[in-house]
């Protein structure tokens, strides 16, 4: 969510008044919010070559880029446009380096097939678990990251993109509705019940649902 609507309405004067300086900044505000979004869905195989930091630096290029034309015509909110940037520069880059050698849709469940690169339910699982660091949670978390993994599994690909967009990427009920192309009632329908399904499958664990 734009805590702070009127700064993000500020900047976009701005850059309509010929301040192409205000576009970093614009970028800057959501920044945080868009490496999650590069970290969630970077295939494990390029983690070696390539970090959040290279993607948002090519993907700011892209924005520069099509600044004119969003400006002639914003059909999206200032923060989905930054993110389909993102996401079409992070497919990109999967392309140039993986080529052929994208992502086996059997080796594990994917979340929503949208127009972004797929994150695995394993990748989801790890993100919303978090990292434990002592031998006691390290094995605490390996059979909850298995049982979050098999409760997304059993989800609609839909819902575990929900989950991907409200609880990891952080974005609000209208923006996840116009990213997925869904009301804001069924978005949030899907997200409680995505929610519900991954605390029940934690309930028997120790420490349960805490942290979702």
């Known amino acids: 969510m734009d805590q702070n609507p009127s700064e993000t309405t500020a900047l976009l004067d701005r850059l309509r008044s010929g301040d192409r300086a205000a576009l970093a900044a614009l970028f800057d505000r959501h920044r945080d919010r868009l490496r999650r979004m590069v970290e969630l869905r970077l295939d494990p195989r390029l983690r070696g070559r390539l970090d959040a930091s290279d993607v948002l630096q090519e993907a700011y290029l892209d924005l520069a880029r099509d600044l004119p034309s969003y400006l002639a015509e914003a059909d999206l909110p200032p923060l989905l446009w930054l993110r389909w940037h ?20 059997d080796r594990e469940i994917s979340l929503y097939r949208g127009a972004l690169p797929e994150a695995s339910s394993a990748a989801l699982a790890s993100m919303l678990l978090g990292r434990l660091t002592s031998p006691t949670q390290a094995a605490q978390r390996a059979e909850r990251l298995l049982r979050v993994q098999e409760a997304l599994n059993s989800l609609e690909p839909i819902d575990r993109e929900v989950l991907a967009l409200r609880h990891f990427e952080q974005l609000d009920r209208t923006e996840t509705a116009a990213a997925l192309g869904i009301s804001q009632e069924a978005g949030a329908k899907r997200y409680f019940r995505a929610l519900k399904r991954l605390k029940d499958a934690l309930a028997n664990l120790p420490g349960g649902g805490e942290g979702l």
């Open 86 to 105: 993102v996401g079409r520069r992070l497919t990109t880059l999967h392309r140039q380096h993986l080529g052929t050698r994208m992502r086996d849709a």
